[in-house]
């Protein structure tokens, strides 16, 4: 039930602040704020109740929907879940405190669409039934084109339609290939269904596995966005109004990097296997060519926009290392890059508001006249640098460290890309902050609203950097049974499956959920699996041979190229 | 007592803390603030020190866990600490020098309009120094390496008005940001192979696990040395070094000589073990070593800002402790590194002093004749010099210095080759050093003293120099003296030592004379180039090769031209043609074709019916002649 609430307290606030405005200007903002408050207070609540139950899934709700067609209302949370859906409505909340003031224009209407979103974004962290997943994945779209097409800047309408264009012809990418594996499930079994779990265990031809998975890939490669999908970003995160910024860059990319995680590897692990080495080269390239670009640009938001390309790419290879340490960094690096960079264009925004600007060519020497900000910048520059300590860093050394168990040259590739990210970061602080005052000589320092709400920011990156375990302990059982590759029904204790954490993606996984429940799980890890996924990327890269963590060893045989 | 150690790093983070979330406060409590942290945990470090020499922890170390940090599927760094002999040494390096230079800035820094924001940047640099050294895992270290390179990009850039010093900061922090790539891939590395990044657990079982000489070992070796080449401003990482004198002076003095730059060293003396598991890496430091304590020692005597000469002289000294890392002579490098803490930061805040009293004069031909106004600096400077070349028996940089020498001569990983170079080195020292002195402090005088060094910077300056005195007398030489008691000491932490082959009395003996002599010699050089008959110095400056020469050296061998050329300029290049990112035009491109469909078929919407007429009977003429043809 609570669920439930999390999806409908959004859109009816959303409606409730829409009817509002014709009343009061200030209403919605108010009624916003609750209607994103309520579900953060909510989806905390969840968080105690995580550790206690032993299962993978923390809360449920399912009814049927339309039956005929295997259909479901299925929603569940695991700790996956739950942590996006504290990301969104944590940046939910802050976004509405962004907005406070600067929407003379409709505000109820720019309310909707933000909780639409939020609503939307929530659905598709906790919908187990692919076809209601797509539901909500569309649910996201058009609000958000309405929020940058209607509050966004100049050049507006044009990043409005190509937002919209990328994401709905990807989103037909996503329903065929929704379709075509509700079809492949049932020829093989005989059964309609949308349900994930039921999905899960579904082979496939190997051409078949391959098309459908790019289906789902290019989907979600686009919302990340990887590299070469991510030309719609720049425009649009820069277009975009401060909130929807923050949205776009802190929820909307995150919805990319949980599909791959939650549908692509653990429904496709053979065609991931063989498609990892061009994803990962992928998200090398993204690391790489997102700092670069980044680095180019004298539009501040614009500049910004970029590093999400280059962050985005440890998702890409994180997902495609896919061992415990990677899929543990790319959840945490997730979340670390919503706070950072939503922090960042909030900043960006605060001083478009001020200059009516945003190009770094007419900022300069803000030290002295906005010291709070500039301090707050530096500390957010340094969190996008991956400085050890904040929350970045955390996610990207540990997507780096299971990379490198992987693979050799896309680690070494993605590391100097953290040089990018320094050279990308001091440069923001010297073209605003430091040197000379510019054109544009005073500017007003941070108002108690903002400081406010880039301090909960900055205090989320510190915990996150120096205290991770929390968030951690959280994703651990999920990145385990999404390794597991087989289903665990909602309820069923899944912590026998924490034996095999390595032996990932091994064909034998799949008849898991045909075996009865007390067999020893650890017999099938057990067998001399060619272990699936590890083996075929190696033999892919044929100067490593490390297949396994250091968890079943004390010493991995390495054949230095 | 030991139980205490957490607070060594915690009360300079504190103060950190104290001095961002306070805002304006009042000087006199910005400057007890800063002082006060740094110094309280100073004297815990003593304490600690004290109790660790009278009653040792078993096992010769004591670890303290305050949380695991990063903890998922067998990877568990902690918060953790790690007090052996060789934090030891650093902690109270750290401390110390560190507390000294808080309240020498606290009169240095009197009047500048940044005061609280650079005693919170200063306390923050000390609790992240203090994390790296006393970390008992390369995450954590890293933690403190990463964070040390971020105070020093903000202190180098502290007058950010300027953009020059903005891009020297930013040089500073990208060019080590380098090298620690290459520790980051060495750590992930260490990882896959050890499965741990525990640094006790490492070199155990690294010892266990890898062959002398094996590849895997050269390999991790290597890649921890190019972090260490970036901290430590080693070839061919060294072009940051110099232009990072454009920070305030006790900045270069605490972070680019006496604390930060060493990171490198420590790194390397505190993963011995892999080093003595590849010969090569070991040779590799060696002679990067060498090759750098030579050039960067030319370099010094190029220059005319005394800061700059200063700093190349660091990069050299620097130099001399990785030769003597790479001979395995661990205790003798950070001997040297504890020696060259103590004068350098003397030589720094002299020359701090003297740069104050000339309303920001730091160029060596404008000033002179400096002994009589200002005593006190010239003394407290001549002392630094003294050390740092070396002379024979006053001043601790000779013991440090021979130790290096004569380690490097018996090592079986050193020889006479690299003895040879290092006494080279020696003589450029000694000839630098002085020039340094006769320039500044003799002749004529040039410029007017306006200021003179207050109560606080005279006692800093007259506490540095009593313990660059007598600093030495921890380590006397084996063949007068005999005081083993810091090689002893620092061997309950580092394994292995070169040992001294019996009956090499007589060798060692020829050797310290060669060596003094020659020093002595470089200075009385420097003498009669620079005051006897300065005009001979000035001719050889002006004559046409010798001018070269001298441009050449003083552009630091036009290592910055190469990397201009070949890294900078491509990557803004590369930047700045691509900046509407070129893979839009495939979309713009198809987004263009689309619309241009759009036009003809709408070019054929013409609205007269005869056209459509036509089109129609011609497009059922052709339809039916297919149809019929086949």
Redesign the interface.
């Known amino acids: 039930m609570i669920l439930l609430l999390l999806i409908a307290i959004p859109i009816i606030g959303g409606l409730a602040a829409w009817t509002a405005a014709r009343w009061s200007p200030t209403a919605p903002r108010w009624i916003a704020l609750g209607a994103t408050a309520i579900p953060l207070v909510l989806a905390l609540s969840l968080w105690g109740q995580g550790s206690a139950s032993g299962g993978q899934w923390i809360a449920t709700f399912d009814v049927p929907w339309i039956p005929a067609a295997g259909i479901d209302f299925h929603l569940a949370i695991d700790g996956l879940s739950l942590l996006l859906v504290l990301l969104t409505y944590l940046l939910g909340v802050l976004s509405v405190a962004v907005s406070w003031n600067s929407n003379e224009n409709r505000p109820g209407f720019f309310f909707f669409n933000l909780l639409l979103i939020l609503g939307g974004t929530t659905g598709v962290f906790i919908a187990l039934d692919l076809f209601l997943f797509f539901f909500f994945w569309e649910l996201m779209v058009l609000p958000m084109y309405f929020l940058i097409g209607i509050w966004g800047h100049e050049n507006r309408n044009y990043a409005a339609i190509k937002f919209f264009l990328f994401t709905q012809a990807s989103g037909l990418l996503l329903l065929i290939a929704i379709l075509g594996l509700h079809f492949a499930h049932f020829a093989e079994t005989g059964i309609h269904t949308f349900r994930y779990e039921d999905l899960l265990g579904t082979s496939f031809p190997p051409s078949l596995g391959m098309g459908l998975m790019l289906g789902f890939f290019i989907a979600f490669a686009v919302k990340l966005p990887a590299?070469?999908f991510?030309?719609w970003l720049?425009d649009a995160h820069t277009e975009a109004p401060t909130a929807g910024s923050v949205i776009l860059a802190g929820l909307l990319l995150k919805t990319g990097g949980y599909g791959l995680l939650r549908f692509v590897v653990p429904i496709f692990p053979e065609a991931s296997a063989v498609f990892a080495p061009v994803a990962m080269t992928l998200g090398a390239i993204g690391i790489l060519y997102g700092a670069?670009?980044a680095?180019?640009?004298s539009d501040l938001k614009r500049l910004v926009a970029y590093t999400s390309v280059s962050h985005m790419g440890f998702v890409l290879i994180g997902v495609f290392a896919w061992?415990?340490?990677a899929i543990?960094g790319v959840i945490v690096q997730m979340i670390a890059h919503g706070l950072s960079t939503g922090a960042l264009f909030i900043i960006a925004g605060g001083i478009q508001d001020r200059l009516h600007t945003r190009d770094m060519n007419r900022m300069g020497?803000f030290?002295?006249h906005a010291p709070r900000m500039a301090?707050l910048a530096l500390f957010f520059a340094?969190a996008s640098l991956g400085?050890?300590?904040l929350g970045n860093f955390?996610g990207e050394?540990?997507v780096?460290?299971g990379t490198?168990?992987k693979s050799i040259a896309v680690?070494?590739f993605a590391?100097?890309g953290?040089?990018g990210a320094?050279?990308y970061s001091?440069?923001i602080i010297?073209r605003v902050?430091?040197?000379?005052a510019g054109e544009a000589t005073r500017i007003a320092d941070l108002s108690v609203r903002e400081t406010v709400v880039l301090s909960v920011l900055v205090v989320g990156l510190l915990g996150l950097g120096?205290?991770?375990?929390s968030v951690?302990?959280m994703s651990?059982p999920v990145?385990s049974v999404l390794q597991a590759g087989a289903p665990s029904e909602p309820g069923v204790p899944g912590e026998a499956r924490s034996d095999f954490?390595f032996h990932t993606f091994s064909p034998t996984a799949v008849h898991l959920q045909h075996s009865p429940p007390d067999v020893p799980v650890s017999i099938h890890a057990e067998k001399p699996v060619a272990a699936g996924f590890s083996a075929s990327f190696s033999s892919a890269e044929s100067d490593s041979t490390?297949t396994s963590?250091?968890?079943s060893?004390?010493?991995?045989p390495?054949i230095?190229p | 007592m030991f139980e205490l150690l957490w607070l060594i790093p915690a009360l300079p983070f504190a103060g950190f803390l104290f001095l961002?979330l306070a805002g304006g406060l009042p000087r006199s409590a910005v400057a007890a603030i800063g002082c006060a942290s740094v110094g309280l945990s100073a004297s815990i470090a003593l304490l600690i020190c004290h109790q660790f020499l009278s009653s040792p922890p078993p096992g010769d170390f004591y670890t303290q866990t305050l949380?695991?940090?990063?903890?998922?599927?067998?990877?568990a760094p902690g918060?953790a600490f790690h007090l052996d002999a060789l934090s030891l040494v650093m902690i109270l390096v750290i401390t110390g020098v560190g507390f000294l230079i808080h309240l020498y800035s606290a009169e240095y820094m009197e009047g500048d309009?940044g005061y609280q924001r650079f005693f919170a940047y200063l306390n923050l640099f000390v609790g992240c120094m203090l994390v790296l050294v006393l970390a008992d895992n390369f995450?954590l270290l890293?933690?403190g390496?990463?964070?040390v390179g971020?105070c020093s990009?903000l202190l180098i850039?502290f007058w950010?008005?300027d953009?020059e010093n903005?891009r020297a900061?930013?040089k500073a922090?990208?060019v080590t940001?380098?090298g620690?790539?290459a520790l980051?891939?060495g750590l992930?590395?260490l990882?896959?192979?050890?499965?741990?990044l525990h640094i006790q657990d490492v070199l155990g079982?690294a010892g266990e696990?890898w062959e002398p000489g094996s590849?895997?070992a050269l390999?991790a070796a290597l890649l921890i040395l190019g972090g260490a080449l970036g901290k430590s401003a080693q070839l061919p990482l060294q072009t940051w070094l110099p232009d990072a004198m454009a920070g305030p002076t006790p900045v270069s003095a605490l972070i680019h000589a006496a604390t930060m730059v060493t990171a490198g060293v420590y790194l390397i003396a505190r993963t011995n073990v892999l080093f003595e598991l590849a010969p090569a890496a070991m040779l590799t430091v060696a002679i990067i070593g060498t090759a750098t304590l030579l050039t960067a020692g030319l370099s010094a005597l190029a220059q005319s800002d005394i800061k700059r000469v200063l700093a190349y002289s660091t990069i050299s000294q620097l130099g001399y402790m990785f030769l003597a890392l790479g001979v395995g002579a661990w205790s003798a490098a950070m001997f040297h590194l504890m020696t060259h803490a103590l004068f350098k930061a003397l030589l720094f805040l002299a020359a701090g002093a003297l740069i104050l009293s000339l309303h920001h004069e730091q160029n060596m031909f404008r000033m002179g004749g400096l002994r009589k106004k200002l005593p006190v600096v010239f003394w407290t400077f001549l002392i630094g010099a003294v050390s740092l070349a070396a002379l024979p028996l006053v001043g601790s940089g000779f013991y440090s210095k021979e130790k290096i020498l004569w380690d490097v001569w018996i090592s079986p990983h050193g020889g006479p080759a690299f003895w040879t170079a290092a006494l080279l080195g020696a003589v450029i020292t000694s000839l630098y050093t002085f020039r340094m002195v006769f320039l500044t402090f003799f002749g004529s005088a040039k410029t007017e003293v306006y200021v003179r060094p207050g109560a606080r910077i005279t006692t800093v300056l007259l506490i540095l120099a009593v313990l660059s005195t007598f600093g030495g007398g921890v380590e006397l030489p084996h063949t007068f003296g005999h005081v083993t008691f810091f090689s002893n000491f620092l061997q309950t932490a580092v394994d292995t030592e070169v040992t001294l082959p019996p009956g090499l009395d007589a060798v060692l003996w020829a050797l310290l004379g060669i060596a003094s002599v020659l020093v002595v010699l470089g200075a009385m050089a420097a003498w009669f180039c620079y005051v006897k008959r300065p005009e001979l110095s000035r001719r050889i400056a002006e004559s046409s090769p010798g001018a070269k020469v001298r441009a050449f050296l003083l552009a630091g061998w036009g290592f910055d031209r190469i990397y201009d050329h070949l890294i900078v300029n491509p990557?803004t290049f590369?930047?700045?043609i691509?900046?509407a990112?070129i893979?839009?035009y495939?979309?713009a491109i198809t987004a263009g074709t689309a619309r241009a469909l759009h036009v003809l078929l709408s070019e054929t919407q013409t609205g007269r019916l005869r056209l459509y007429a036509v089109v129609l009977t011609a497009g059922t003429l052709v339809l039916l002649i297919i149809a019929f043809s086949s």
């Open positions: 590299f070469p991510h030309t720049a670069k670009l680095f180019a640009q061992n415990t340490w543990q020497g030290w002295p301090a340094m400085l050890p300590g955390v050394f540990l780096l460290i490198f168990q680690a070494v590391t100097v953290i040089v320094t050279v001091l440069w010297q902050f430091h040197g000379e120096l205290y991770p375990r951690l302990q651990e990145a954490r490390v963590g250091p968890q060893k004390t010493h991995v390495f230095f | 961002v949380w695991t940090w990063i903890e998922t599927a067998n990877f918060i309009e995450v890293l933690l390496w990463e964070g971020l990009y850039g950010y008005r953009p903005g900061a930013r922090f990208v940001r380098i620690d790539t980051l891939i992930f590395l990882f896959a192979e050890l499965g741990t079982r696990n590849g895997i390999a990557f590369a930047a700045r691509n900046r990112d893979v839009d495939v979309y």
